[in-house]
């Protein structure tokens, strides 16, 4: 059984510093509902199809599937939900975890989240020193409810 277990935090880019090498990512949904997710994502010149289950805690059932590239975009531009989730991603290593960056444009400029996979719920992490807030549970920061509630609508 293929499980993802990650928590979801906000960042402080001032307290970060420079960034290298980060991937652009592109992303899009063939179905969301409260059960599975269903996922195409490009990231730089590889693609995949992902099937997420729905979170109990901070876990949930993941499947990934590398596809060809010009489906993938044909499915971003044909079959997928809109708007396209677009982002940079940057894999910073701190304290013996990979930390993913997320840098995001479009309807979600300004929004910048980073997310850290764990071997357990109860795994001990240490906090970087630009984390700010936790939302893990927080609905509204997962990338398919960034589709249909973009950042830049959000209520200040």
Same mark, same amino acid.
């Given at each position: ?10 960042? !402080? ?26 996922? +195409?994502?490009?990231?730089? !010149? ?11 805690? +901070? ?78 549970? !927080? ?13 830049? !609508?959000?209520?200040?």
């Amino acid at each position: 059984m293929a499980l993802e277990i990650e928590r979801k935090y906000l960042v !402080d880019l001032e307290k970060l510093g420079t960034l290298e090498n980060g991937s652009r990512i592109k992303q899009a949904y063939l179905s969301t509902n409260k059960d599975a997710v269903v996922r +195409v994502r490009v990231k730089n !010149d590889k693609a995949y199809l992902t099937i997420k289950g729905s979170n109990i805690g +901070v876990t949930r059932l993941e499947f990934e599937y590398e596809i060809p590239l010009d489906e993938a975009n044909e499915m971003l531009d044909k079959l997928c939900q809109k708007p396209v989730i677009d982002k940079t991603r940057y894999l910073i290593t701190h304290e013996n975890h990979i930390w993913e960056l997320d840098i995001f444009y479009g309807e979600n400029e300004g929004l910048v989240v980073v997310e850290v996979e764990l071997s357990s719920e109860d795994e001990t992490i240490i906090l970087p020193s630009w984390v700010k807030e936790e939302v893990t549970t !927080d609905a509204r920061y997962y990338n398919s409810n960034l589709m249909k509630h973009p950042f830049k !609508d959000w209520q200040k």
